[in-house]
């Protein structure tokens, strides 16, 4: 069972920066597709990015492109999101994925992950303006 325990959110300003952390086993963040997704109040859950680390690829929502990045932190223990230059709509729960089959993998990878193998809980993320 893949245990993903996301931390880091809060409440911060226009502008500002929040890092996010995901943490999983290190098998996990080695070889199966990681991915961030958001769900505002009122809307859809959505895909913000994802990577998978042994082919060194990452997929970027176009609405965060340029102010948030994924990766995996230093000992390899954490999934991160940094993300700045946040905007009033980045407000939204935000949910640490995994992709294990091939298939779902490589649907979160292209942007349309919706189908992954394991969530955790989420952490809240608000920015004021």
């Known amino acids: ?16 920066s929040l890092r996010l952390s995901c943490a999983a086993e290190a098998f996990t963040l080695r070889n199966y597709c990681m991915g961030w ?17 042994r082919q060194g690829r990452t997929y970027y929502a176009d609405s965060v492109k340029g102010r948030f990045t994924i990766s995996l932190d230093n000992p390899k223990t954490a999934l991160t999101l940094q993300m700045n230059s946040l905007k009033t709509e980045d407000t ?14 490589d649907a979160l990878m292209m ?19």
Not at 37 to 53: D, I, M, N, P
Not at 92 to 105: D, K, P, T
């Open 1 to 16: 069972e893949v245990e993903l325990v996301e931390s880091g959110g809060g409440s911060v300003q226009a502008g500002g």
């Open 37 to 53: 997704f958001r769900q505002a109040v009122g809307k859809e859950r959505e895909e913000v990015a994802a990577l998978y680390s």
């Open 92 to 105: 939204a729960m935000y949910y640490c994925a995994a992709a294990i089959l091939a298939r779902q993998c």
């Open 111 to 129: 942007g349309a992950g919706a189908s992954v193998d394991a969530w955790g809980q989420g952490t809240l993320v608000n920015v004021s303006s």
